[in-house]
């Protein structure tokens, strides 16, 4: 799937060529160095690039090291530079996540590195909580009639199934207050709510609650957000959680609770529930002060469970994420199996990601459960191995994924 991705995304060295020839436009744009400046219009380019207002359906390019006369500047094309690009796709500002790649290309002998940004399949993007557009070879602000044009553009599109509206269900399901009151000021930038005039049935439909201003149907990505009752429409969108006194699903249950509500309430009511249960370890004898540790990474289970809730499938299946704790290790089971260029092959490793939900993981960064993007089982990891807990195990099938996590022998002797 990652060549099929760079395939994509990918552009010959003669289009690149034309490209370039034709100078700036609505599909390319010229950076000669690298400032603190350049990189903030860079990460606004490819949310523009991203949003693909005129309608090209082709990639944007931007070309770093190229002048606006479009000759070479001789900028040093260093891999700390080519990271630095890249990591723009998972800083967690541009919002869904972009399709990108970073590439470093030479022409006539000269070399420069080139940000190829696909079309998003979900618009609006946002940086930052902007609506980047390009017109031409300037870059501005979307005006209402921008975002109208790109929702409606969003419902002709293969969208992912988390922008799917849900016929059954009514604007009046979603928790509106919720939305006016937390969840928009913090998905837009507050000179664009201060200007903002909008109603709210479009501000929904901008954030893709509902599927369009003239078709307020809620979204699957609504119900699971601001839904009063989600699970009427999606009944797999819960956690059970189990705690169990042995190392067998047969042995005796000590806490039981299915974890349901929207996406924010799911996830708190599941930290609590997982914290209740990581018991703290004082150690008296291995220093001069007494050190207390948990029995497991609080931020590692936290990682690895909202990867669940986030990448899980939420079609045609009523299977909830399953975590269920023993003894000796915290199972959490992910329906679906892995995505887009995330295989059995590749699962885990640090730099592959891909986004069954886009629009979850956006709306996960919006409500703070999420930082960046790419990083979780690679932190989970990290975590684990400082505590001396054993390597994360990866069950990877078509569908589901289980994760398991054990607990250091140390601690299980103790």
């Given at each position: 799937m990652t060549e099929l991705l760079e395939l994509l995304l990918n552009l010959s060295d003669k289009e690149l060529t034309l490209l370039m020839s034709e100078g700036e436009s609505d599909r390319v744009e010229f950076k000669e160095s690298i400032t603190r400046d350049v990189l903030e219009a860079i990460r606004e380019a490819i949310c523009a690039f991203s949003n693909d207002l005129p309608d090209h359906r082709k990639p944007g390019v931007i070309f770093v090291g190229i002048r606006d006369d479009g000759a070479v500047s001789n900028l040093s094309i260093s891999d700390q530079l080519l990271r630095q690009l890249a990591d723009m796709k998972t800083d967690g500002n541009i919002v869904p996540p972009p399709s990108m790649i970073v590439e470093k290309r030479s022409l006539c002998g000269a070399a420069f590195a080139a940000v190829i940004v696909q079309p998003s399949y979900s618009p609006p993007v946002r940086y930052k909580g902007r609506v980047h557009v390009r017109v031409g070879p300037r870059r501005g602000i979307a005006t209402e009639q921008d975002e109208r044009i790109l929702n409606e553009k969003?419902?002709?599109?293969?969208?992912p199934f988390d922008v799917h509206p849900v016929p059954s269900a009514k604007v009046s399901d979603l928790?509106?207050?919720?939305?006016?009151?937390?969840?928009?000021?913090?998905?837009?930038?507050?000179?664009?709510l201060e200007s903002n005039d909008r109603t709210i049935v479009e501000q929904l439909a901008v954030t893709k609650m509902i599927s369009s201003s003239a078709s307020p149907t809620p979204t699957v990505l609504g119900l699971l957000v601001l839904g009063k009752n989600p699970q009427d429409f999606l009944p797999g969108a819960y956690v059970q959680f189990l705690r169990l006194h042995g190392?067998?699903?047969?042995?005796?249950?000590?806490?039981?609770?299915?974890?349901?509500?929207?996406?924010?309430?799911?996830?708190?009511?599941?930290?609590?529930?997982?914290?209740?249960?990581?018991?703290?370890i004082v150690d008296l004898t291995s220093g001069p002060v007494e050190r207390k540790t948990h029995l497991y990474p609080v931020h590692a289970i936290r990682q690895i469970t909202r990867n669940a809730v986030m990448h899980r499938t939420y079609e045609s299946t009523n299977a909830p994420v399953r975590v269920h704790w023993f003894d000796d290790r915290?199972?959490?089971?992910?329906?679906?199996?892995?995505?887009?260029?995330?295989?059995?092959?590749?699962?885990?490793?640090?730099?592959?990601?891909?986004?069954?939900?886009?629009?979850?993981?956006?709306?996960?960064?919006t409500l703070g459960y999420v930082q960046r993007?790419?990083?979780?089982?690679?932190?989970?990891?990290?975590?684990?191995?400082?505590?001396?807990?054993?390597?994360?195990?990866?069950?990877?099938?078509?569908?589901?994924?289980?994760?398991?996590?054990?607990?250091?022998?140390?601690?299980?002797?103790?």
């Open positions: 969003r419902q002709y599109l293969d969208i928790n509106l207050p919720q939305f006016t009151n937390e969840y928009i000021e913090h998905a837009f930038a507050r000179e664009i190392d067998q699903l047969t042995d005796e249950i000590a806490d039981s609770q299915d974890i349901r509500g929207p996406v924010a309430d799911l996830l708190r009511r599941l930290d609590e529930k997982l914290d209740a249960h990581n018991r703290t915290i199972e959490i089971l992910s329906p679906g199996g892995p995505f887009g260029m995330v295989g059995a092959d590749n699962f885990g490793d640090s730099g592959i990601t891909d986004y069954r939900n886009p629009n979850l993981a956006e709306a996960m960064r993007f790419g990083v979780g089982i690679p932190t989970a990891r990290r975590l684990l191995a400082e505590a001396g807990h054993p390597e994360l195990e990866f069950d990877v099938l078509d569908d589901h994924v289980l994760v398991t996590i054990r607990v250091a022998s140390n601690q299980w002797e103790a």
